[in-house]
């Protein structure tokens, strides 16, 4: 017995450092850009969202009015794409497993969900952006959703296949077909689920910068329209995070900031609006 109840109290032990040091290592990574990024924001105020950049090596830092633009455009676009798209094969998927065209479709998807994104960027650079000869903010909105789409269709498919059938035999046994089975029984248990694989693809596409670098250009100064180059914030944040010039690092250090603080927020809205049908 007290062998058993050691073993459990090392167990549970080794459990908690290794929580602890999980959420510290987590703290630590959000904590910088907070702290050094809020205080670029605090300082500037509203001009930091409706400026331009400085010049590089001034005094002042300017504000990242085009790039949160882009991305905003940007993955709007790519999410408005994707997630009826995703959702509608991952239901295919899960629906009709036995079904040809479905499995094409489930293995394509896990396929595409473990490819580098950027080898995504650079097919739509060959694909879009060599017969255009300009990268644009719809060629950006393409590598994106061609990034997100893939773990949309896995995550719905595993979301839809970890219901029990009994729940499908009992609307079946109450003349349901499947297409109001689906809607009406199984996407409301898991809308919590849904919300959040979509959540999390917008949030993949909010930070992903290899795609954009190749397709959407670097129009940090300027919109010039869907059709023409654009910027993101993720990737004014790797352009100007090693840069040499103070003013611009300090520039990186506020996106960063926004980019942290709207992904904890969403996060955190999620999980309070969106409740489960629970049965």
Same mark, same amino acid.
């Not at 882009?70 to 009709?96: D, F």
């Not at 993949?204 to 654009?230: C, D, K, M």
């Given at each position: 017995?007290?062998?058993?109840?050691?073993?459990?109290?090392?167990?549970?032990?080794?459990? *908690?450092?290794?929580?602890?040091?999980?959420? @510290?290592?987590?703290?630590?990574?959000?904590?910088?850009?907070?702290?050094?990024?809020?205080?670029?924001?605090?300082?500037? $105020?509203?001009?930091?969202?409706?400026?331009?950049?400085?010049?590089?090596?001034?005094?002042?830092?300017?504000? &990242?009015?085009?790039?949160?633009?882009?991305?905003?455009?940007?993955?709007?676009?790519?999410?408005?794409?994707?997630?009826?798209?995703? &959702?509608? *094969?991952?239901?295919?998927?899960?629906?009709?497993?036995?079904?040809?065209?479905?499995?094409?479709?489930?293995?394509?998807?896990?396929? +595409?969900?473990?490819?580098? #994104?950027? =080898?995504?960027?650079?097919?739509?650079?060959?694909?879009?952006?060599?017969?255009?000869? #300009?990268?644009?903010?719809?060629?950006?909105?393409?590598?994106?959703? @061609?990034?997100?789409?893939?773990?949309?269709?896995?995550?719905? !498919?595993?979301? @839809?296949?970890?219901?029990?059938?009994?729940?499908?035999?009992?609307?079946?046994?109450?003349?349901?077909? !499947?297409?109001?089975?689906?809607?009406?029984?199984? =996407?409301?248990?898991? +809308?919590?689920?849904?919300?959040?694989?979509?959540?999390?693809?917008?949030?993949?596409?909010?930070?992903? *910068?290899?795609? &954009?670098?190749?397709?959407?250009?670097?129009?940090?100064?300027?919109?010039? $329209?869907?059709?023409?180059?654009?910027?993101?914030?993720?990737?004014?944040?790797?352009?100007?995070?090693?840069?040499?010039?103070?003013?611009?690092?300090?520039?990186?250090?506020?996106?960063?900031?926004?980019?942290?603080?709207?992904?904890?927020?969403?996060?955190?809205? +999620?999980?309070?609006?969106?409740?489960?049908?629970? +049965?």
């Amino acid at each position: 017995m007290n062998r058993r109840r050691l073993v459990n109290t090392a167990v549970a032990a080794g459990a *908690t450092v290794f929580s602890a040091t999980v959420f @510290l290592l987590i703290a630590l990574l959000v904590a910088k850009p907070l702290y050094a990024g809020a205080s670029v924001v605090l300082r500037r $105020g509203i001009s930091f969202f409706t400026e331009p950049p400085a010049p590089p090596g001034v005094g002042e830092t300017g504000g &990242v009015i085009y790039a949160l633009l882009g991305t905003l455009l940007m993955t709007l676009i790519a999410v408005l794409v994707s997630s009826p798209l995703g &959702v509608l *094969t991952g239901i295919y998927v899960s629906e009709y497993p036995r079904d040809p065209l479905a499995r094409l479709a489930e293995h394509a998807s896990q396929f +595409l969900s473990e490819v580098p #994104s950027v =080898l995504l960027g650079v097919f739509v650079y060959g694909a879009v952006v060599v017969y255009t000869k #300009s990268p644009s903010l719809l060629a950006g909105a393409l590598s994106l959703s @061609l990034v997100v789409t893939p773990y949309i269709v896995v995550h719905t !498919k595993e979301i @839809l296949s970890s219901i029990p059938f009994a729940y499908r035999e009992a609307a079946f046994a109450l003349g349901l077909p !499947k297409w109001k089975t689906v809607l009406l029984v199984l =996407l409301p248990m898991n +809308l919590r689920g849904i919300a959040s694989s979509l959540l999390a693809a917008y949030f993949r596409a909010l930070g992903e *910068t290899a795609p &954009v670098l190749f397709t959407a250009g670097a129009a940090f100064n300027g919109f010039y $329209g869907l059709l023409g180059p654009s910027s993101t914030l993720s990737l004014l944040v790797w352009t100007y995070g090693q840069s040499p010039f103070e003013n611009w690092q300090e520039l990186a250090w506020g996106a960063a900031f926004i980019l942290v603080a709207f992904t904890l927020a969403a996060s955190i809205a +999620l999980r309070v609006s969106v409740r489960e049908v629970r +049965l």
